[in-house]
């Protein structure tokens, strides 16, 4: 059997990095993960090849040279894989797709012409598929009843990647959060007891990237990192030593909750281990919003001083941010963005509200009837409107996003913030055995040149760059990375703040005739 696996288009995001990418000659952030662990659980009979379309187009050659196509997407690649299996039906192809996108939605899955729906996690469901393809079977719907062990896992097929198109290459610890936050797919998708791969396979794992020259950034791309902390606390204090014995060749970054600030053991194994950042779903700084969807983790200590002391530890963070919490107060952009200056992270994640398919936020709203279409212009970017009727006007909240957005990534105002979080990290985390490669060294000039030259910023950015050089050497490559992604949110906002202008008009005069309606229903009454 002749399998050509495709990764579809990622559209430009606060995830794309696509202008920093540019500047480093790299070709998209992250390989596809998932592709490369289903293609090693293929059969070993099986030839294979993956097309990453964030790096290049698969060719007429790929097509005809196929039987089977296998597809994997997320949400937000909706567009780009619906394309992709008209392509394959027409050229007489038979289709597979699995991933988050099919296993949220898979009558849309079926309706775009898949033959076999892969859902839930491939160590259950490639089995069921291999053995209806064995017996014949044309089309076939695959689910699971439990949730696999992780532990028999196999190591993904890194050797099918082009390494040098990617900014950081992926791998996974754990699956699963054990919190209940109302607005999120992962419990649904994977279950809220975490389930850990054991130490040994992901330093097997590491050990074939360190093998294969990787030596950058690796995003261990769990839910929640910390899950399970008894088993993240016994893989870091394994995976110490080998990052010493080996000078420490990669910079690891991850996705944990905000409560890591209540562990101190924990924070001192994660650093000691080679992390320099970590992503954290704040959400927003009003405390109402956070109990209002479960988000209760966030609430048992200050916001500010939880974030301070992770990066005082020396952790860089990343953070997520919402607008749109129903009974959410006006201001709530602007209270957002006082936190994040407050607090001096670069990177935050601000996003719409999106009730995802089968949480429990989606089930609330399908109920109350305040479900939009959830398959035509939402789930797609920044740029994209809400899918549900917020309890205050969509206009109102929809302006508030785009001035906070605006202002977060104002680059003068991005530039002082990261200073500010490097000032607050220590000098004394592992020093990264960091090879700087042409790319990455035209990259940096690229920040020179921009920030340090063209833009009024220039004053500040080489008064910052002396002053991190001197007093935090360890910590200037971190820092420089760090400016560079903000050439990415200086082009974003333009686009996010021209897209969502465009929709205004329309959403102000929808919103006027409901209210006109409203109006005349109670004069009836």
Partial sequence: MKALLIWPIMPNSFWSYQETLDLAGLRTTNPPLGLITVAAMLPTDWEIRLCDRNVSLETDADWQWCDIVILSAMIIQKPDFSELIKIAKNLGKKVAVGGPLPTSLSEFALEAGADYLILDEGECTIPMFLAALEQGEETGIFRATEKPDVTQTPIPRFDLLDLNAYYAITVQFSRGCPFQCEFCDIITLFGRKPR???????????????????????????????????????????????????????????????NLAEDDELLELMVKAGFVMV????????????????????????????????????????????????????????????????????????????????????????????????LSKYFTSQKSLMNFVPTRPMSEIVNEFIETFWNLYEPLLYLKRTFRHFQQMPDSRPKHNQILTKAEWRFLRSICWRQGILRSTRFDFWWQFMVIGFSKPNLLYGYLITLGIGEHFFTLRHEVKAALEAELPLLTQQEQKNQEGTLQLEAVS
């Fill in 196 to 258: 850990t791969k054991t130490p040994a396979q992901m330093l097997a794992e590491l050990e074939v990237l360190y093998q294969m020259g990787w030596h950058r950034y690796i995003f261990i791309v769990d839910d929640n990192f910390i899950g399970n902390k008894r088993n993240a606390k016994i893989f870091l204090k394994e995976l110490i030593p080998w990052m010493e014995k080996r000078n420490y060749p990669f910079s690891l970054i991850t996705e944990a909750s905000l």
């Fill in 279 to 374: 992503f954290m779903g704040i959400e927003t700084p009003d405390i109402e919003s956070l109990l209002g969807v479960n988000k209760e983790q966030n609430t048992r200590h200050s916001l500010v001083e939880s974030c301070d002391k992770i990066t005082k530890a020396g952790l860089q963070i990343m953070s997520g941010f919402i607008l749109g919490f129903d009974h959410e107060k006006p201001g709530a952009g602007k209270r957002i963005q006082e936190f994040v200056e407050s607090t001096n992270i670069p990177q935050a994640h601000l996003s719409l509200l999106q009730a995802l398919p089968n949480t429990a936020m989606w089930t609330r709203l399908q109920q109350e009837g305040r479900l939009i279409d959830s």
